[in-house]
């Protein structure tokens, strides 16, 4: 290499050396700390129970597959695997080919419905709420949507498939509320206490005392108390103008205000207010207005 080459060359390599010196490049080391995991419980630390959330299975019904089959074949009661496809069966029979049902253990799923609150969730299933929120991830959540699918843990049943059952196995605008003997139908009658000409508002079914008296149709309770005729008893509101009531009642097991679903259980039956034996009555009304339930009940 010749000398003008040569200097040429050190003059490059000292201005290299002076533009990584401008950008720190050639400070001196520092001892490289060793970077150690950061957050978590240590084993050192109090021992702490996390509730996992639901795994979801999807499996696709294939013909001559019956919901006992499935539920079989998965390990979950018939009840939970219904529970957790309201949204999706129309009734407890003949589930068609190429439906896609949900499936989860040890619970049931919950499709959350308009004005509907966790609280309410928990009171349908009887199960703490402490335990929804937890299996959620609900703890920094200050709202829940119409339509969200909740895993409700340790929920062995569900008033999706109880409703089913008073529907006679199939969706119903309402259901029965409980099953009985009709003992006074809707319309003109002599009344039974006063023995004089009576408009009769709704029906009356003889049950024995302490029955299970399911909401007919999910709804919202606006009345729960003590009236002078029909003693205990409880009016839901619905969709559309409808309300049911449910009177005579021996025990109320909701408050007003509370969101209950389609054959959540209610009441109790019994004999309470202006009654001459034991049943329960129940009227249909829309905006008010009377209707024959035995018109809008399944058979």
């Known amino acids: 290499m010749s000398r003008p080459l040569r200097i040429v060359v050190v003059w490059c390599g000292l201005g290299l050396l002076w533009w990584a010196w401008q950008q720190g490049l050639l400070s001196p080391s520092e001892p490289v700390e060793k970077i150690v995991a950061q957050g978590g419980p240590s084993f050192t630390d109090e021992s702490i129970s996390l509730v996992p959330r639901a795994d979801v299975l999807e499996y696709e019904v294939q013909p001559g597959d019956t919901l ?26 003949g589930v ?11 619970g049931v799923l919950h499709a959350v419905k308009r004005g509907q609150t966790l609280t309410d969730i928990a009171r349908t299933y009887g199960v703490a709420l402490s335990e929804i929120i937890a299996s959620n991830g609900l703890e920094d959540r200050g709202y829940i949507y119409p339509g969200e699918e909740f895993f409700i843990p340790g929920a062995v049943t569900s008033p999706f498939f109880i409703y089913l059952q008073m529907a006679g196995g199939k969706k119903s605008l309402f259901a029965w509320p409980l099953r009985g003997v009709i003992s006074s139908g809707f319309g003109p009658r002599i009344h039974p206490i006063s023995g004089e000409p009576d408009f009769h508002q709704g029906i009356d079914i003889e049950v024995p005392e302490g029955t299970d008296v399911y909401a007919s149709c999910a709804g919202r309770v606006i009345v729960a108390g003590r009236h002078s005729g029909y003693g205990l008893y409880v009016v839901l509101e619905h969709s559309h103008g409808y309300r049911t009531l449910y009177g005579h009642l021996s025990e109320i097991g909701v408050y007003r205000g509370q969101f209950v679903e389609g054959g959540q259980r209610i009441a109790r039956s019994g004999n309470t207010g202006n009654s001459t034996g034991l049943h329960l009555h129940f009227e249909i009304l829309q905006y008010g207005r009377p209707l024959n339930p035995l018109a809008l009940l399944p058979p």
């Open 96 to 106: 068609a080919p190429g439906t896609v049902l949900k499936i989860v253990k040890n």
């Open 68 to 93: 006992e089959q499935i539920a079989s074949r998965f390990g979950v009661s018939l009840e939970a695997l219904v529970g957790s496809n309201a949204n999706t069966l129309d009734g407890l029979e």
